[in-house]
């Protein structure tokens, strides 16, 4: 079975501070894919990256910074120097493509307060 | 191209009543999900459907029935709806889900029903 656990259910940090969410996944299938998404006050779900089972590549995006470590099953996502804009609800989701039909499996969520 | 839209936006249903919910896209995608989101456990997976005329049951299906007549539309339907089917509604669609092809998932707005 597949699971994703965001351990962290809410986070608070001041402006400008640095802040990485957790995401541990579970699966026995070896090709799959894991996700970030943002769901901002306004509710729509914002896709933020995606990262195949065989690329462990840390990736930047601007503040954005994404950390794939297969030995540990995590799949961290960092904000560096945070803004209130950033305040939001974030869902790290897995995909397993071969024999889940791509259906998303989506962690419980980490709502992030960033506060001026 | 206006993504994918879902109707109605908000509704309030009483216990026993029935309706519909409407998904659409404008993007050519072959999949399609309904997913519901309750607070603290993130999005789960209603139905899902690989392609038109096909549909496929996800983690949660109980109550809830779909169709995917056409490929841009995939429709949700409560037969008898109960209160513990409040929640957030979301569609959404993907290209493909082939390792390697775009395959993130792209999201409706959102449906908020209620059901007294």
């Known amino acids: 079975a597949q699971k994703v656990t965001q351990a962290q259910t809410e986070i608070s940090v001041v402006e400008k501070e640095d802040v990485t969410l957790d995401c541990v996944y579970e699966?026995?299938?070896?090709?799959?894919?894991l996700f970030w998404y943002k769901q901002p006050p306004s509710g729509e779900l914002v896709f933020l990256i995606r990262?195949?089972?065989?690329?462990?590549q840390n990736e930047i995006s601007g503040r954005y910074s994404w950390n794939f470590q297969k030995s540990t099953s995590s799949f961290n996502f960092t904000i560096t120097a945070s803004q209130v804009v950033d305040s939001a609800v974030y869902f790290c989701?897995?995909?397993?493509?071969?024999?889940?039909?791509?259906?998303?499996?989506f962690g419980q969520g980490t709502e992030l307060s960033v506060k001026p | 191209n206006a993504g994918v839209t879902q109707t109605p936006k908000f509704r309030v249903l009483k216990t026993g009543q029935s309706m519909t919910l409407l998904c659409a896209q404008d993007?050519?995608?072959?999949?399609m999900y309904w997913y519901r989101q309750d607070p603290g456990m993130g999005l789960r997976l209603i139905h899902y459907?690989?392609?038109?005329?096909?549909?496929a049951k996800g983690e949660v299906p109980d109550g809830y029935n779909v169709s995917r007549l056409k490929k841009q539309n995939f429709l949700l339907g409560l037969e008898s709806a109960a209160p513990s089917q409040t929640s957030v509604y979301f569609c959404?669609?993907?290209?493909?889900?082939?390792?390697?092809?775009?395959?993130?998932?792209?999201f409706g707005p959102g449906t908020r029903l209620t059901v007294l």
């Open positions: 959404a669609s993907s290209y493909s889900v082939l390792a390697g092809i775009n395959n993130e998932q792209f």
């Open positions: 699966t026995r299938d070896t090709t799959y894919y």
């Open positions: 990262r195949n089972s065989f690329d462990e």
């Open positions: 989701a897995l995909s397993v493509l071969l024999t889940g039909g791509g259906k998303l499996i």
């Open positions: 993007m050519n995608h072959e999949y």
């Open positions: 459907s690989v392609g038109e005329g096909t549909t």
